[in-house]
């Protein structure tokens, strides 16, 4: 497969095969390119509904905070009703025995802890609402 990969400005077409790659051309960007695409990556699945997440927990508005990746939440740090700024470390999930943060998107209140420690969770599936 052929790919264009830009970095610092430098373009380079490679094409990869096997495992092997080889660098075809070399050029100049003139203007810093678009992000291009290496490979297609799987798209994140649909956040479930509150009904397929946990249909005894009734659905809070706000914006869900959803896994990143599939994993095993290990810790939870925010409960009902705590203010969370953006950015802020909401828990920490585990995947491939490396301990990840998941950070608020938005700063507000958390409406709903969908997730207990020791929760298996998908990539997109939602862990706390915030509002």
């Known amino acids: 497969m052929k ?25 100049d960007a003139i203007a810093p390119a678009a992000p291009v695409a290496v490979a297609p990556a799987a798209a994140p699945a649909a956040a479930p509904t509150s009904a397929q997440a946990a249909p005894h927990v009734q659905a809070v508005a706000g914006e869900a905070l959803t896994a990143p990746m599939p994993g095993t939440i290990i810790n939870v740090l925010k409960k009902v009703g705590d203010k969370v700024a953006e950015g802020e470390i909401v ?3 585990e995947a491939m025995k490396m301990e990840n ?9 958390v409406g709903q802890v ?13 862990l706390v609402m915030i509002h």
Do not use: M, W
């Open 3 to 27: 790919y264009q990969v830009t970095i610092n400005n430098k373009t380079y077409e490679v094409e990869v095969e096997r495992g092997e790659a080889n660098v075809l051309a070399t050029y």
């Open 91 to 93: 828990c920490i999930l």
């Open 101 to 109: 943060e998941v950070v608020a998107a938005i700063a507000g209140t």
């Open 114 to 126: 969908l997730v207990a420690k020791g929760s298996v969770v998908k990539t997109g599936d939602p």
